[in-house]
């Protein structure tokens, strides 16, 4: 099966970047699933408050199946992270592996 790699770009709001920073650092720590075999988040070089998160899936089925697997405390970080994101600069791209 073909591997998925899952990705959103953001830009944070501009006073919001430390706190950003420590929501992140929580969730690298505890987002985990079965099938989730790379979660990392960059800077975008040249872009202030600009970020990419990446995951990458074993397989089309663990990509379909993962928001399944999300816990209390991953959705409270997920729902903080949310409200630091610029409104309008969100961009998703999905890439399946041929």
């Known amino acids: 099966m073909s591997k998925v790699i899952f990705t959103i770009k953001y830009e944070i709001i501009e006073d919001k970047n430390d706190v950003f920073l420590d929501v992140i650092r929580e969730l690298k720590n505890i987002v985990k699933a079965d099938g989730l075999e790379i979660y990392s988040v960059y800077a975008v070089k040249g872009k202030k408050n600009m970020y ?12 379909d199946n993962y928001d399944d697997v999300a816990d209390e405390r991953t959705d409270i970080l997920m729902n903080k992270l949310s409200d630091l994101v610029k409104p309008g600069t969100t961009e998703y791209l999905t890439l399946i592996e041929i």
Do not use: G, L, M, P
């Open 52 to 63: 990419k998160e990446i995951y990458q899936f074993e397989n089309q089925e663990t990509y």
